[in-house]
């Protein structure tokens, strides 16, 4: 049962993500190609619009996803929701997948039209800094009295 509600909170979570993607577009009128499931490099949905170079536009439309999922998280909290283990872990690896260093929205923002999709292993730059910070992330998540003495520590 426990896995169920696990995968059940995972479906619903990139569900709503998604649905960011797809509000966001809608409200800076951006032409929505497509909305499916890619398999490359992993499988996973996504919403495919057309290429702006407006940079707020396209901030916008990226971060509306993760801004969804930090909405709920917030909403989870507030209502007792993320007391329950698999909720929690849900969020916990819904939030590891959309922040990973590789293929994220946080890096395809900054992609040009035709380096879209593309999956970057590269660690250079300021994205070896943010991979340390992924794996601390992980361990966070996975060990839950680091990250209850992260969240009450004043």
């Not at 951006?30 to 901030?59: C, Q, S, W």
């Not at 035709?114 to 601390?136: H, I």
Request: aromatic letters at 22%; one cysteine or more; charged letters at 15%.
């Amino acid at each position: 049962m426990n896995i169920l509600c696990l995968i059940a909170g995972l479906f619903t979570l990139t569900l709503f993500h998604e649905l960011g993607h797809v509000v966001s577009a809608f409200l800076l009128r951006l032409r929505i190609y497509n909305v499916g499931i890619a398999m490359f490099p992993y499988p996973h949905p996504y919403v495919k619009v057309e290429h702006t170079d407006k940079r707020t536009h396209r901030y916008i439309f990226y971060y509306a996803g993760i801004g969804m999922t930090v909405l709920l998280l917030i909403v989870s909290y507030l209502t007792g929701l993320l007391s329950y283990k698999m909720i929690y872990y849900a969020f916990a690896i819904e939030l590891i997948i959309e922040l990973n260093p590789f293929h994220s929205d946080i890096f395809l923002v900054h992609a040009e039209a035709e380096d879209y999709g593309k999956f970057n292993f590269s660690l250079s730059g300021n994205r070896k800094y943010y991979f340390f910070f992924w794996l601390a992330l992980i361990y966070l998540f996975f060990n839950p009295l680091a990250f209850q003495k992260l969240i009450t520590f004043y």
